[in-house]
């Protein structure tokens, strides 16, 4: 029974990756952690399905890809990494994850209600903040496994368009998702029971895959900005919570 729960969470994962670019292990880990599914698979089976399904959405959008920009955000991420093993290994992880809950919340909520007025605040930001993007992406990547969440904040604060911000996040999710998930091979976080879920799981995806890309072909460049806020808002909710 418990193999059956975690196989839908993880396929309900994947939908939510493939229609929205990002999101799926803040959906997924919580829900894994609360039919008591152990932690080290869920990560290492939560980290391999996210590359899996990153890399079809990636090569969709592969044209809406700025090169450079993901060149200077996976750098970043590359220098973030340790950085966030050690934030769990010797820091507080609760005390950081309320704060960047806190904040994804105030965030998501303030660009939801000046949608459509004009905000008053308007500040362009220097492309050399993707390293400082990358770097926050890389830590929270290796110690929430949630780098996905500081790209489309930055993203959508440098006002990238729902095909670029779709590219940017699913190119990124390849680069730097490859490392994780040979940083977890070789850790010894797979076990024989990931690999059995994976031949599970991935063979599912073939359905999961088109209708998430069915759904994300419904909701026009408005609407994907405006759910991406909302979305940012229920995953800040979840790491207070959580």
């Known amino acids: 029974m418990i193999y059956f729960l975690v196989v839908i969470i993880a396929l309900f994962g994947a939908l939510m990756r493939t229609v929205f670019g990002f999101g799926e292990a803040l959906v997924t880990m ?9 932690i080290e698979s869920s990560t290492a089976l939560i980290g391999a ?108 604060a440098k006002k990238w368009d729902a095909f670029k911000l779709r590219g940017i996040l699913q190119g990124h999710f390849v680069c730097v998702g490859s490392i994780v998930v040979l940083s977890q091979i070789s850790s010894g976080m797979w076990s024989l029971e990931v690999v059995k879920l994976l031949l599970i799981i991935v063979p599912l995806l073939i359905l999961v895959i088109p209708l998430g890309n069915w759904v994300a072909s419904k909701i026009n460049s408005a609407d994907f900005v405006k759910y991406v806020y909302m979305i940012l808002i229920l995953f800040g909710a979840i790491l207070l919570i959580k």
């Open 49 to 156: 399905l996210g590359l899996i399904v990153a890399i079809p959405v990636a090569i969709r959008y592969k044209g809406n890809i700025d090169y450079q920009v993901l060149k200077r955000l996976v750098i970043g991420s590359i220098l973030g990494i340790p950085i966030g093993i050690l934030i769990i290994k010797l820091g507080s992880p609760k005390i950081i994850m309320k704060f960047l809950g806190t904040f994804i919340v105030i965030y998501g909520g303030y660009n939801l209600y000046f949608l459509n007025r004009k905000s008053p605040i308007n500040i362009k930001i220097n492309d050399k903040y993707d390293y400082l993007a990358g770097m926050i992406s890389g830590i929270l990547g290796s110690s929430f496994n949630s780098h996905g969440v500081p790209i489309v904040v930055y993203g959508t």
């Open 30 to 38: 919580p829900l894994l952690a609360l039919i008591s599914f152990d």
